[in-house]
């Protein structure tokens, strides 16, 4: 976003409040809201074009987007998990379904992703590394080189997930009139080619809210079988440091803020 990305949305709607994840505590809810209680430790995410972000003292989630804090984990720990779940949910759950005992490739998988094998792609050339077919491949570079290789290692009726769908990149480069009728042409010419030459199924991947979802993702994280190391925290004073530290990769995994 500092380089430009998604100004088609956002810029006619600034000044922004960035940050979409965010673990804390309930400090008031609306009169239809049940399922939540003042006091009580939540997270969740924003939905990714949110104007309200959560780099605040006091964030306005919907109470689909918040699920009890998973009880073993800190409010640092918690927080870098939703986001970033829920977008791997979107792909391998609600898109692809896949099941217990389906092959995933992920490429650019970072820390967080338990593998059977891990390639190296710096010093390695994952086609040859890699053996046989897969169900589902989630593409997290999405260029047309990673695009290539994905979709030639699924077996027909497998699903290729790229997380760089192209409507803000057009609508940035268009304007949202043009730009998103274009994407969805784009997206459907692609999904009806991958059909006819490979046999697959072709989406974009953007993450959704998901009540459901982030049930499961808690569950997981308390049994211990998700977890999202965290490398660094900074004070949200330093968010500009925070931001300029991954932008020239000094901080390679999670960066949270927090606040006093
Ligand atoms: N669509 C959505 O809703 C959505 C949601 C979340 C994230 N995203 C996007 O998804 C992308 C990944 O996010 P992230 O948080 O996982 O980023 P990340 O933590 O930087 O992880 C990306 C990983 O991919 C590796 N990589 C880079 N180029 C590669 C290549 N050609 N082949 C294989 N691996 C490669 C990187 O290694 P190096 O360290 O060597 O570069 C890094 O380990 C970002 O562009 C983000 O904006 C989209």
Redesign the pocket.
């Known amino acids: 976003m500092r380089s430009g990305y998604g100004r088609s949305i956002f810029e006619p709607l600034l000044p922004l409040i960035l940050g979409r994840d965010v673990s804390g505590e309930v400090a008031a809810v609306g009169a239809q809201v049940k399922s939540l209680t003042v006091g009580q430790e939540v997270f969740g995410a924003l939905h ?1 074009t949110a104007v309200r972000g959560t780099y605040t003292d006091y964030a306005i989630l919907s109470k689909d987007e918040l699920s009890p804090k998973p009880a073993s984990v800190t409010h640092v720990e918690a927080s870098a998990i939703p ?2 779940a829920l ?1 791997a949910w979107r792909a391998l759950k609600s898109t692809a379904r896949i099941s217990e005992g389906q092959r995933l490739l992920v ?4 820390g967080a992703v338990g593998a059977e094998q891990a390639v190296d ?2 010093s390695e050339d994952i086609e040859s590394v890699i053996k046989g077919k897969f169900d589902a491949v989630l593409d ?2 999405g ?1 047309p ?2 695009e290539r290789i994905g979709t030639n290692l699924l077996n027909r009726g497998g699903h290729y997930m790229t ?3 192209e409507a803000a990149a057009l609508s940035d480069r268009y304007g949202l009139p043009i730009g998103l009728p274009v994407a969805t042409a784009v997206l459907w010419k692609k999904k009806i080619q991958y059909k006819y030459s490979h046999g697959i199924e072709y989406s974009w ?3 959704r809210a998901d009540l459901e979802g982030l049930h499961e993702i808690r569950k997981l994280s308390e049994a211990g079988k998700l977890t999202v190391p965290v490398e660094k925290t900074f004070p949200i004073t330093r968010v500009r440091e925070a931001h300029e530290a991954k932008d020239k ?1 000094l901080i ?1 995994g999670k960066v949270v803020l927090e606040l006093d």
């Open positions: 990714p986001f970033a977008t490429i650019g998988g970072g792609y710096t997290t570079i260029v080189e990673t997380l760089q769908g991947i953007y993450m990769k390679l």
